[in-house]
């Protein structure tokens, strides 16, 4: 698997790609995803950076000015995760953000979402546990972990 730099990663994230399937896309000439994509997310580090207006930021990024602000927070998200200090932060981060997004039609509160995020950091410390004990890696499962269908039936690797 090929190693993708910071604006890949960003780009995956803004654009809620795992990052094991945004990495399959580079290295066969799929433009969107080795230029502009990554060029998208420069350009969303560009405007934090220096400031643009939600009306410049939508013209340069080519969306309504209504979406800029959506954009801007995909971005921030974004760093927090690829940015990280660790692997595990990195983790920890990307679980609090997509729960958030997927509970937010329940109105917990933020102790519910951070034992919920704590359960799941659990969970992939009990997988690497696992792992140990059979002599294997994450990546040996990413493609049964990214399943959309029922967890009980994924396969053995």
Known sequence: MRNMTRYQLLAAE???????????HLGIGHRRFEEYMPETARNLERAER??????????????????????????R???EVVDAKSPAEAFRHAVRQS?????????????????AVQQ???????????????????????EALRREDDADELPDA
């Open 14 to 24: 803004i654009f809620s790609y795992s990052f094991a399937h945004y990495a399959g």
């Open 50 to 75: 220096e400031g643009w207006s939600d009306e410049r930021l939508a013209k340069v990024i080519e969306v309504e000015v209504s979406e800029a602000p959506a954009w801007r927070k995909r971005y």
């Open 77 to 79: 998200d974004a760093v």
């Open 99 to 115: 729960l958030a997004f997927e509970l937010s039609r329940h109105q917990i509160g933020d102790a519910q979402l951070e034992s």
């Open 120 to 142: 799941v950091c659990y969970r992939a410390a009990d997988l690497s546990y696992l792992l140990d004990q059979r002599n294997e890696k994450l990546a040996d499962y990413s």
